[in-house]
T-cell receptor, first 114, second 115 residues
């Protein structure tokens, strides 16, 4: 039981390049999330998926797209990377139908855009 | 507009003493509150939570207090241990009909427990 896994762990891009961050969970959770963490800014929600086949914007969606490939996988795509997207990206998942709201986080992807 | 505020970026305490981390919120629709702990180079991990129908929840050395009238919650760690040194995030959620409970996070408080 690996929980939430993310690939890659580190990535360096040049401005304008594209890439996809991968996330998978093996807890049979319906909801999945993408956050970014910047120094002094806490965790900010980029996109989330309440269930397979649905996605919605979070607080900072500009410059990103997502795909909920199936119940297990939720990917985040940067079509044209910008230095402002240098950050640590976390994927998370949670069950539904309960008020606990506990989200389980992956280890993160550290992205640098030059 | 910060809906969840952690006004102390850092806190330093001695081993064995009490650590008190504070969190304020502005959205009265929040009905569930969580604390997460984060070590460097790792993802956040859930620590403890509290529903808005309660004013206290305890789990071992960790206790969370909720004061709804003041829109304030606090995390108490007693006794503090060096392994508690981490960044602590306060988070809040409001049930939405979409079925996914989005969390709003504070900016975090870095706790250092000195031996």
């Amino acid at each position: 039981n690996a929980g939430v896994t993310q690939t890659p762990k580190f990535q360096v891009l040049k401005t304008g390049q594209s890439m996809t961050l991968q996330c998978a969970q093996d807890m049979n959770h319906n909801s999945m999330y993408w956050y970014r963490q910047d120094p002094g800014m806490g965790l900010r929600l980029i996109y989330y998926s309440a269930s397979e086949g649905t996605t919605d914007k979070g607080e900072v969606p500009n410059g990103y797209n997502v795909s909920r490939l199936n119940k297990r996988e939720f990917s985040l795509r940067l079509e044209s990377a910008a230095p402002s997207q240098t950050s640590v990206y976390f994927c998370a998942s949670s069950g539904t139908g309960v008020m606990s709201n506990e989200q389980f986080f992956g280890p993160g992807t550290r992205l640098t855009v030059l | 507009d910060q809906q969840v505020k952690q006004n102390s970026p850092s806190l330093s305490v001695q081993e064995g003493r009490i650590s008190i981390l504070n969190c304020d919120y502005t959205n009265s629709m929040f009905d569930y509150f969580l604390w997460y702990k984060k070590y460097p180079a790792e993802g956040p991990t859930f620590l403890i939570s509290i529903s808005s129908i309660k004013d206290k929840n305890e789990d071992g050395r960790f206790t969370v207090f909720l004061n709804k009238s003041a829109k304030h919650l606090s995390l108490h760690i007693v006794p503090s241990q060096p392994g508690d040194s981490a960044v602590y995030f306060c988070a809040a959620s409001a049930w939405n009909q979409g079925g996914s409970e989005k969390l709003v996070f504070g900016k975090g408080t870095k706790l250092t427990v000195n031996p």
